[in-house]
């Protein structure tokens, strides 16, 4: 399967889907946000004319003019077609109701011509549950008029208004047994099963007089088995589209009225409230973990995959929600990585979404991700210790054996010199001892430290904080030529890269005191490094970029990096607030530059990427994204 790029996602938890901009549906994720992905092809096509005697069009077709956009503050997505030789619109909208098993298609086809307009709506799917290409069956059930597909423990049923004609068939070869190549003459010849690879095609005839519309409803109902599946495709059709449609504004608006008001102009809180929507779309509601991105990329063809949860990310998604007034989804990721803790009292590099361990590159001795258990501590710690202000939070005695582990695994880790022993970047790529993760092992023991005394256990709770003064005093000593560098190599030399996640030093860390004039001026400094080697021009702004020398996609500019910046010059502009009002006018205005920038270059429907494409060929890359979505909320609520 190919790299493809999703423009839009829907989704509610249970069931996740990513769409392109002509309608295709690219991704059918269940029974996790995370496995399996179901659809190799889910593409919807035009005959125009009587059958046999029209023409052919697949909607991604250049014959079609397209538009996309989400309704406001909702995650129900439309698309808008408009073919250009005859005055045909097509109108999908896109959704899955709050509380369903299943994503919903309404499809409006409107003649907005003088003339009638005569032809077949088509819609072609190859799903392979399960991730399998074989040993599936399909069905076609007459009595409900819905086609059923199942493998072990999956089935997907589609349907809703009745198909005119339908076809089931083989896709090992586009011959005479597949449903897509009988859908090329606009009939479909009413094949009702097949077993094997298989795939199925439905048709609905259009006969609209000018400023006539037809409505096609379809819906896609998932289930652990058949008679689960049928049962919930039959509720959904029982309430139609119209009012399950209805139910999805109402959840978003729901969800979004329990969010913190912001007072800053109308397109950053629609930026807002979006990045909110996508945090629903990203989170898995039965296990509380968070996509860093849907999969888009199953067989690492460009990158080694987006989705699997990273606890970095999750992190700094939970955080972001709780921070904006979603304080359950901390409690319940942290309930997670209770769960997903190792033995050795580390956590992997990601994960499935069911605890497994996924495929990882930096579990190895000397070369373990050690943000990655940073992180899971920080929000056990953060959790544990959300309560009023010098009293214990109520989950501390449920996650203090995780932190208490976790955090002496991590202490293991320091080396004498204050830094931590060899591990892996940030990024996944070098081995060597970083400012980055030595500030993630020192924010974690220092909360650490406060669990461990709210907890009783005030010696183990001086021991961290000892070393966490250590770790600063070390981290510190590695400023040099106005910045920090990236580290130390394996060698024992200093590595002076100008890395953007040295940000990290203060946004999320807080290693730096920016009341502290010294530090502050450190970090002031660093930042304009960071500017200086790493911002790059691009369309009338400037994004910033992950590091120097940086090849992944050529380089490209960091969506993610751009609104790390933005945050960390907010943490400049509270700094200065009083002492100094025009220079935290200005460092305001810069960082709402750096927003603008990374909202400008989102999905054509507002997701943000984790990186920005330098390349017409990928414009943007893994959207929508955890982490870059929890930095624009961060940074809204900050302005």
Not at 202 to 231: D, K, M, N, V, Y
Not at 238 to 263: C, D, I
Not at 572 to 582: C, F, G, M
Request: proline residues 5%; hydrophobic residues 40%.
């Amino acid at each position: 399967m190919p790299v493809y790029l999703p423009s839009g996602a829907i989704g509610n938890g249970s069931i996740l889907s990513t769409l392109g901009a002509s309608g295709e549906i690219m991704t059918l994720f269940y029974p996790r946000v995370d496995f399996a992905q179901n659809v190799n092809e889910c593409l919807p096509a035009l005959y125009v004319g009587d059958p046999g005697r029209g023409t052919f069009l697949w909607c991604f077709q250049s014959e079609f003019e397209r538009s996309q956009s989400y309704v406001p503050d909702t995650n129900i997505l439309t698309t808008n077609l408009r073919l250009s030789s005859t005055p045909l619109r097509i109108t999908f909208t896109d959704f899955a109701p709050p509380t369903a098993t299943c994503i919903v298609r309404t499809v409006d086809c409107e003649n907005l011509g003088p003339d009638a307009f005569t032809g077949t709506f088509l819609h072609y799917f190859d799903l392979r549950l399960g991730e399998v290409s074989g040993k599936q069956a399909v069905r076609y059930v007459p009595e409900d008029g819905l086609v059923m597909q199942y493998f072990r423990d999956i089935t997907i049923i589609v349907g809703g208004t009745r198909a005119d004609v339908f076809r089931c068939g083989k896709s090992v070869a586009e011959d005479d047994h597949s449903a897509k190549t009988d859908m090329y003459d606009g009939h479909l010849n009413g094949q009702p099963e097949d077993i094997g690879q298989v795939n199925f095609s439905l048709g609905w005839h259009l006969t609209l007089q000018p400023g006539e519309t037809r409505r096609i409803e379809i819906i896609f109902s998932c289930g652990e088995t058949r008679e689960e599946a049928q049962q919930r495709f039959r509720k959904a059709t029982s309430k139609g589209a119209a009012r399950l449609q209805e139910e999805t504004s109402e959840s978003a608006a729901a969800w979004l009225a329990r969010a913190h008001p912001v007072n800053v102009e109308d397109g950053l809180l629609r930026a807002y409230y979006r990045a909110l929507l996508s945090m629903q779309l990203l989170v898995d509601r039965h296990t509380g973990s968070f996509l860093a991105a849907p999969e888009f990329d199953p067989a690492y063809l460009q990158c080694g995959g987006y989705g699997y949860c990273w606890p970095r990310d999750a992190t700094e998604a939970a955080i972001a929600l709780r921070d904006a007034g979603y304080p359950e989804y901390l409690n319940h990721l942290a309930e997670w990585y209770v769960a997903a803790q190792q033995p050795s009292g580390l956590w992997a590099q990601r994960y499935w979404a069911d605890q497994h361990v996924g495929p990882s590159w930096s579990l190895r001795e000397d070369f373990h991700q050690i943000d990655q258990s940073a992180a899971a501590v920080i929000a056990l710690a953060e959790a544990s210790l959300d309560a009023e202000p010098g009293e214990p939070g109520p989950a501390l005695a449920e996650y203090w054996p995780a932190v208490r582990e976790g955090a002496l695994a991590l202490e293991n880790m320091i080396a004498p010199n204050g830094l931590h022993k060899l591990a892996c970047d940030l990024w996944e790529t070098y081995c060597g001892v970083f400012v980055y993760s030595s500030a993630a092992l020192y924010q974690a023991l220092a909360l650490a430290a406060r669990c461990a005394e709210a907890a009783g256990e005030d010696c183990l709770g001086k021991r961290w904080g000892e070393a966490t003064a250590r770790m600063k005093e070390a981290v510190i000593a590695l400023y040099d030529r106005g910045y920090f560098p990236r580290g130390l190599m394996p060698s024992g030399h200093v590595d002076h890269v100008v890395d953007s996640s040295t940000l990290g030093l203060v946004e999320p860390f807080g290693l730096l005191n920016l009341s502290d004039a010294s530090e502050r001026r450190m970090y002031e400094s660093n930042l304009a490094m960071i500017e200086g080697r790493l911002a790059q021009e691009f369309h009338s702004g400037r994004g910033i970029r992950r590091y120097e020398g940086d090849a992944y996609l050529n380089g490209v500019i960091g969506c993610v990096n751009t609104l790390w910046m933005a945050r960390s010059l907010l943490h400049l502009e509270s700094a200065y607030r009083k002492a100094d009002p025009w220079k935290s006018a200005d460092l305001r205005h810069r960082a709402v530059d750096y927003i603008n920038f990374a909202l400008a270059h989102a999905t054509p429907t507002g997701l943000l990427p984790e990186l920005i494409g330098l390349s017409p060929d990928t414009p943007y890359w893994a959207a929508p994204h955890a982490w870059a979505s929890g930095l624009l909320i961060k940074c809204v609520l900050a302005l």
